[in-house]
């Protein structure tokens, strides 16, 4: 059984750091696309980060240059490390796993962990 669990969360000022993490269990994690997928109260959900089966990361241009996804295969954890954030990365993160980059959204996903940035 597929399972991702997000952990991280919390509440900063702006300009602060936070580092989430996603545990995954029930699949080959190595072969998977992993990605953060955020969305904020009255919004639609939005793609943060992915990171493809080896390695290669990919951005929103929101989040450029202030998050780094990464991934560790032997430990089966996605991390997003959040700098410089602003209010507007308030929202719920979530990781999600496809085999294909292009499946994420129909794919698995965890239940979330909040990021809120106070100003």
């Known amino acids: 059984q597929v399972q991702l669990v997000e952990s991280g969360g919390g509440s900063v000022q702006s300009g602060g750091s936070l580092r989430l993490s996603c545990a995954a269990s029930?699949?080959?994690?190595?072969?998977?696309?992993l990605a953060w997928f955020r969305q904020a109260p009255g919004k639609e959900r939005e793609g943060v980060a992915r990171?493809?089966?080896?390695?290669?990361?990919s951005y929103a241009d929101s989040v450029k240059g202030r998050f780094t996804i990464s991934r560790d295969n032997d430990k089966r954890t996605l991390y997003l490390q959040m700098n410089s954030l602003q209010p507007e990365d308030t929202a719920m993160y979530y990781c999600?796993?496809?085999?294909?980059?292009?499946?994420?959204?129909?794919?698995?996903w965890g239940q979330g962990t909040q990021v809120t940035v106070s100003s």
């Open positions: 999600a796993a496809a085999l294909f980059c292009s499946n994420l959204i129909g794919g698995n």
């Open positions: 029930g699949f080959t994690y190595s072969r998977y696309c």
């Open positions: 990171i493809d089966s080896v390695g290669i990361p």
